[in-house]
């Protein structure tokens, strides 16, 4: 009566499950033992054939239902009799680990192995085998069961291949990528809410230590390639230890408004900000910040995703400095001239005094030296004028050979001053060129109460069209007397 329950249990057990005959197997151990084999392992991957030599001498004696559904045979004889097909490629390998097992003398073993379905689909297979007692020294029965993993093998795989991409994805892509947890910044967050605060722009203008301690939480779990090559950073390690050398100078604010969107409830945000690479040298950063889904609730994983702009940034600072610059002289242009005199117009600061310079002897060098001789002169005058006006005083071409300096707030005494400064500056220039000196004709007005801009300058203008005509009346009395 036992033996047909057990016969019922085996029959009807929901895994694959195989009587098997190693007692040939075991003199053929025993045969390669007196020969002088010690390590079976190593025998047995030089030369595969022996491997399928072993198994040719293991013989089935029983499988249950499931393992004929398993492999799709009609029966134990439409199966034994297709083994070939059922146990054949990369079989062999893994089969060398279960014969070594049995050759160490254990009598119970566990492996992965790959099948094939009479059909030839190819089955993933977990495989344990156990010698049944009694059968120690013969190994005559072995209880064989072959789990079917195929299905949790491919999601394996899957899972692998997902993770291997991601992996990739993260340490190639061209933007700098960081992975970090700020889950000790959300802690303390949720305690400055616990206190009943309201207004957290507030708290934090009363207290920026409590952004510097939120900037101390922050840590880093990974950086991807790009990051390294952005700050330029030898390695990971490198970059980690010397982050106070990255996130320096104004640092502070941006990350303060991150701590504000953050307060607010915007988990995914964006702005510009300024960093500093290994070398010193300034990099401009657009700042991508996210919490990774499922995070949400403690911020324990968030990327922060880093885009170099400098070269952006600085292609706009060139074309605002074009806008409002003289390429020639590096002074301030017309444009420029004309958008401060009405911005000084608008505002209440007075007195304002501005200085009108012409060049002499511009046009006479252009026809005599030719234009780069008169742009010479020019570029020349431009360091003067570059070297004396400095804020809020700005030097400015506004015309060919017309230069102007404007002087908020710069009453009579000033503006005389810098005059003065004007001539001792050029006539130190006029020594470093004596073949080639400067001559300029100037006029000076400060504004009177309820003067426009326009009459200043016109009043300024006027005085240096004056000292011009002074000039040339000289130079021509110079020139008869010759």
């Not at 934090?204 to 390639?225: G, K, M, S, W, Y």
């Not at 017309?334 to 060049?359: H, Q």
């Not at 102007?404 to 470093?432: C, R, S, W």
């Amino acid at each position: 009566m036992t033996g047909s329950i057990d016969s019922n249990i085996f029959d009807l057990a929901p895994i694959a499950m195989w009587i098997e005959d190693f007692s040939e197997v075991k003199a053929q151990f025993d045969a390669w033992r007196k020969g002088g084999v010690s390590d079976i392992r190593a025998f047995l991957k030089s030369d595969l054939s022996r491997v399928a030599e072993c198994s040719s001498k293991i013989r089935i004696m029983r499988v249950n239902r499931k393992t004929l559904e398993l492999f799709e045979a009609s029966d134990i004889d439409h199966l034994t009799s297709n083994l070939d097909k059922v146990f054949r490629d990369d079989m062999w390998e893994t089969h060398i680990n279960e014969l070594a097992e049995l050759w160490d003398g254990k009598t119970e073993f566990t492996g992965n192995a790959v099948n094939y379905s009479l059909s030839g689909q190819r089955l993933d297979i977990q495989l344990r085998g156990s010698v049944m007692p009694g059968y120690e020294d013969t190994l005559g029965q072995l209880l064989i069961t072959t789990e079917n993993v195929t299905e949790r093998e491919a999601a394996r795989h899957a899972e692998e291949e997902h993770r291997r991409y991601a992996e990739g994805v993260f340490e190639h892509s061209p933007v700098s990528l960081w992975i970090e947890d700020f889950s000790g910044i959300h802690a303390l967050i949720e305690g400055v809410r616990e206190r009943g605060i309201e207004d957290f722009r507030v708290f934090t203008d009363v207290h920026p230590e409590f952004v510097r301690q939120c900037l101390a939480e922050i840590r880093v779990i990974d950086v991807n390639q790009a990051t390294l090559d952005l700050f330029c950073a030898p390695d990971r390690q490198t970059l980690l230890v010397r982050q106070s050398e990255i996130f320096r100078g104004e640092t502070e604010k941006p990350f303060r408004e991150q701590l504000v969107d953050l307060w607010e409830g915007r988990l995914y945000h964006s702005r510009e900000v300024v960093n500093y690479a290994l070398d010193g040298s300034e990099r401009h950063i657009l700042l991508n910040f996210s919490v990774f889904p499922g995070h949400e609730a403690d911020w324990s994983r968030v990327q922060v995703a880093l885009t170099d702009i400098t070269a952006r940034k600085k292609a706009e600072a060139y074309l605002e400095y074009l806008g409002k610059h003289d390429i020639l002289t590096k002074l301030h242009n017309r444009a420029f001239y004309t958008d401060e005199l009405n911005r000084l117009e608008r505002k209440s600061l007075r007195p304002v005094s501005a200085i009108v310079i012409d060049l002499n002897g511009l046009k006479e060098a252009n026809d005599q030296l030719g234009h780069d001789a008169g742009d010479a002169l020019l570029r020349r005058f431009g360091e003067v004028l570059n070297g004396v006006a400095k804020a809020p005083n700005h030097a400015a071409r506004i015309g060919g050979d017309e230069f102007a300096i404007l002087m908020p707030g710069a009453d009579q005494h000033a503006a005389h001053a810098l005059v003065e400064t004007v001539y001792e500056i050029l006539k130190i220039n006029n020594q470093f060129y004596s073949d080639a000196p400067l001559s300029i004709s100037l006029g000076m007005a400060t504004s009177e109460p309820g003067e426009s801009m326009e009459s200043l300058m016109k009043r300024a203008d006027i005085l240096m069209y004056d000292n011009k005509r002074a000039y040339y009346a000289t130079k021509a009395s110079k020139l008869a007397k010759a």
